[in-house]
């Protein structure tokens, strides 16, 4: 299984960008696909996550409202638009997947994902 994750780059505060995920040799059509990001000298965190049962979308307090993901589990893509850039919106941002349907309160921990993508880097300029 492999996720490729794109879409990455250097923008201005205020822009927007859209990442996107593609994952290749399984679907999880009855799982979960998310995007964690990691700052320099900070800890992995939580961004988004779409969940394929309901179609259910959760997001970290940081994003929401600026930040929209979504996906095709046919296409077993997903994608993250993100308006209203920050600064401290910069980082690697990683794409993750697992086909565990993941009750909500495991959807923010990175061990519950079994499949990462390489990452892709998003920088905010101020």
């Known amino acids: 299984v492999q996720l490729q994750a794109s879409g990455g780059g250097l923008v201005q505060v205020g822009a927007s960008l859209r990442l996107s995920c593609a994952a290749s040799?399984?679907?999880?059509?009855?799982?979960?696909m998310g995007w964690f990001r990691q700052a320099p000298g900070k800890e992995r965190e939580f961004v988004a996550a779409i969940r394929w049962s309901g179609r259910s979308t959760h997001y970290a307090d940081s994003v929401k409202g600026r930040f929209t993901i979504s996906g095709d589990n046919a296409k077993e893509s997903v994608s993250l638009q993100m308006n209203s850039l920050k600064p401290e919106d910069s980082a690697i941002y990683y794409c993750?997947?697992?086909?565990?349907?993941?009750?909500?309160?495991?959807?923010?921990?990175?061990?519950?994902?079994?499949?990462w993508g390489r990452g892709t880097l998003v920088t905010v300029s101020s």
């Open positions: 993750a997947a697992t086909n565990s349907r993941l009750i909500i309160s495991r959807l923010r921990d990175g061990i519950a994902y079994d499949y």
């Open positions: 040799g399984r679907a999880f059509s009855n799982g979960v």
